[in-house]
């Protein structure tokens, strides 16, 4: 059984990026770690160091059977859940015209409709507990999104409002819950984790097309450092303090800023109006 000193992670997509280095980290302040992901194999050299604190599990978030199969190892396993960290997930590039039908049903299963399920598998214990906190893993795509990520910020979006409504539900519960959105961070999620459409429609270069190139462009000089964003991460956590949103890195602030900046200006200009619509 664990230490009720130390808290336990549930951590999806563990095997790279900000799943790996929250795994890392998490293990670093003393806790106990889930790590799980479609290749666990990938984490076999953290397991072999830390054999006592970690634990690495196969997950596909798309399939309904993995994420029973692996909470329920899980649950076994240290007897609790403190903390899920709902992080998997895959983008897709590519103008809206130019993805497919399963392509973008493939998005929302890998960000949306995975999380979702990972939730609801996880939801029963959290309440019978009447503790923990939940994580889950935005994008700036979901702040305001680019021409070339509209499905991808679409499904990031979903996820988002999702989360507001989770936060109400849980808080008289005694469930903490925590959006997080950051900007571009050096992980390989360009490199690996980026699905391109197959269609490709020549009137969106200028648009989805650069966008596209500019990622490719920015591919491992990222502003951000996965490693101080898990370190943030759990410090929140260790805090006890539940932010519905936690913005990371400037460029993410920034957007943050100039997005509500925006839409105070449109909402002013258009208000009378809107405002005119309402009966007597």
């Given at each position: 059984m664990s230490s009720a000193a130390s808290r336990v992670w549930f951590i999806t997509g563990a095997s790279s990026g900000f799943g790996r280095s929250l795994t890392e980290v998490a293990l670093s302040h003393g806790d106990l770690v889930i790590a799980t992901a479609r290749n666990p194999e990938a984490l076999s050299d953290l397991a072999s160091r830390v054999p006592d604190s970690l634990r690495v599990l196969p997950?596909?978030?798309?399939?309904p059977d993995s994420i029973a199969a692996a909470v329920q190892a899980a649950l076994a396993e240290w007897g609790r859940i403190d903390v899920l960290v709902n992080n998997a997930g895959q983008g897709l590039i590519g103008a809206v015209e130019e993805c497919a039908d399963a392509e973008s049903?493939?998005?929302?299963?890998?960000?949306?409709f995975g999380p979702l399920a990972v939730l609801r598998?996880?939801?029963p214990h959290f309440r019978e507990r009447r503790s923990g906190h939940i994580v889950q893993m935005g994008a700036a795509a979901a702040i305001a999104n680019y021409a070339g990520f509209g499905i991808y910020g679409a499904a990031k979006a979903a996820l988002s409002s999702l989360t507001e409504?989770?936060?109400?539900?849980?808080?008289?519960?005694?469930v903490r819950v925590t959006l997080v959105?950051?900007?571009?961070?050096?992980?390989?999620?360009?490199?690996?984790?980026?699905?391109?459409?197959?269609a490709t429609v020549p009137d969106y270069?200028?648009?989805s097309g650069r966008f596209g190139q500019y990622l490719a462009r920015?591919?491992?000089k990222q502003p951000g450092d996965p490693h101080r964003a898990a370190e943030a991460i759990v410090r929140l956590v260790q805090s006890?303090?539940?932010?519905q949103r936690f913005v990371l890195g400037r460029y993410a602030i920034d957007k943050t800023r100039k997005t509500f900046a925006a839409k105070e200006r449109e909402l002013a200009q258009f208000e009378a109006a809107g405002a005119a619509t309402d009966g007597v």
């Open positions: 997950l596909d978030v798309t399939r049903r493939a998005s929302f299963e890998t960000n949306f598998a996880l939801l409504s989770l936060t109400q539900e849980l808080k008289p519960l005694g959105e950051p900007g571009p961070f050096r992980t390989d999620f360009i490199g690996r984790s980026l699905a391109r459409a197959t270069a200028a648009t920015i591919d491992g006890g303090e539940a932010p």
